[in-house]
């Protein structure tokens, strides 16, 4: 019967499916978000990232790699997955946003892979201890039954493993709920504009955290009218702590005589 032979993923590598499904939750989403799509160097004014981090890498093209077949071993897999935290480590420092996100997300990352290694240890054992006691009629179907109970109690692991991550309290809450006056919405707006680095990067952090959006590193166009007031405040009160204060540079009107 002629037809295309499916490829049937190894337990362990369906556990990695799991696990980079899990970072691209909305569980995690408050700390994986920057990590999803390649970094955009020239886009973020990081004009030496290239010349510091050699490989960049991302959770999307792991993902792509994982469902295309590029892994063999969960360790392939995670040796790709922990090059995201490296080169953010190399790049930043530890009192860098990204810093600290990448440490919260490994942490959640290597519980994840400690379970599938905890199984993929104890399968090994099972089978080596069924191949000395086993006919080798049996040996098959009780290898395929294996598989199949193992690669559900990882991913069942996995689903219960890691805790929750909270979100951390808003940054500089103000009880002041007053809408900003068109003026001001200008001048967030062009202040935002002019950011790059890390501060851009916690303000999208900030816009993604309080409006539940889809903004990624990359998708700067941000309508400041449409955002909350409370979101606005929290900008504002972040950039102030930055020295990002007073309103914009009015422009100069010409002098006619």
């Given at each position: 019967?002629?037809?295309?032979?499916?490829?049937?993923?190894?337990?362990?590598?369906?556990?990695?499916?799991?696990?980079?499904?899990?970072?691209?939750s909305t569980t995690y989403k408050n700390?994986?978000?920057?990590?999803?799509?390649?970094?955009?160097?020239?886009?973020?004014?990081?004009?030496?990232?290239?010349?510091?981090?050699?490989?960049?890498?991302?959770?999307?093209?792991?993902?792509?790699?994982?469902?295309?077949?590029?892994?063999?071993t969960a360790a392939d897999f995670a040796?790709?997955?922990?090059?995201?935290?490296?080169?953010?480590?190399?790049?930043?420092?530890?009192?860098?946003?990204?810093?600290?996100?990448?440490?919260?997300?490994?942490?959640?990352?290597?519980?994840?892979?400690?379970?599938?290694?905890?199984?993929?240890?104890?399968?090994?054992?099972?089978?080596?201890?069924?191949?000395?006691?086993?006919?080798?009629?049996?040996?098959?179907?009780?290898?395929?039954?294996?598989?199949?109970?193992?690669?559900?109690?990882?991913?069942?692991?996995?689903?219960?493993?890691?805790?929750?991550?909270?979100?951390?309290?808003?940054?500089?809450?103000?009880?002041?709920?007053?809408?900003?006056?068109?003026?001001?919405?200008?001048?967030?707006?062009?202040?935002?504009?002019?950011?790059?680095?890390?501060?851009?990067?916690?303000?999208?952090?900030?816009?993604?955290?309080?409006?539940?959006?889809?903004?990624?590193?990359?998708?700067?166009?941000?309508?400041?009218?449409?955002?909350?007031?409370?979101?606005?405040?929290?900008?504002?009160?972040?950039?102030?702590?930055?020295?990002?204060?007073?309103?914009?540079?009015?422009?100069?009107?010409?002098?006619?005589?």
């Amino acid at each position: 019967m002629a037809g295309k032979q499916e490829t049937i993923s190894s337990p362990e590598i369906n556990a990695c499916k799991v696990m980079i499904k899990r970072m691209f939750s909305t569980t995690y989403k408050n700390i994986a978000w920057v990590f999803y799509e390649p970094l955009d160097a020239q886009l973020l004014g990081l004009h030496d990232y290239h010349e510091i981090v050699r490989e960049p890498m991302d959770l999307s093209t792991v993902r792509h790699r994982l469902n295309t077949g590029c892994y063999l071993t969960a360790a392939d897999f995670a040796k790709d997955v922990r090059l995201i935290f490296y080169n953010t480590y190399l790049y930043t420092n530890p009192g860098h946003l990204c810093y600290h996100m990448a440490k919260q997300l490994q942490i959640i990352f290597e519980e994840m892979y400690a379970q599938v290694q905890l199984y993929t240890c104890s399968r090994t054992k099972r089978r080596a201890e069924e191949e000395s006691s086993s006919s080798s009629s049996n040996e098959s179907d009780s290898s395929s039954t294996d598989d199949e109970v193992s690669s559900s109690e990882i991913s069942s692991s996995i689903m219960d493993a890691p805790p929750e991550w909270t979100p951390p309290a808003t940054l500089g809450t103000s009880e002041q709920q007053e809408p900003l006056t068109t003026e001001e919405d200008l001048d967030l707006h062009a202040k935002i504009q002019q950011l790059d680095g890390e501060v851009l990067l916690h303000v999208i952090h900030l816009i993604q955290r309080m409006e539940s959006a889809e903004y990624c590193n990359k998708e700067l166009e941000v309508d400041i009218c449409q955002l909350k007031v409370h979101t606005k405040r929290c900008i504002l009160e972040y950039l102030a702590s930055k020295g990002f204060t007073g309103k914009r540079v009015a422009r100069t009107k010409p002098k006619y005589n």
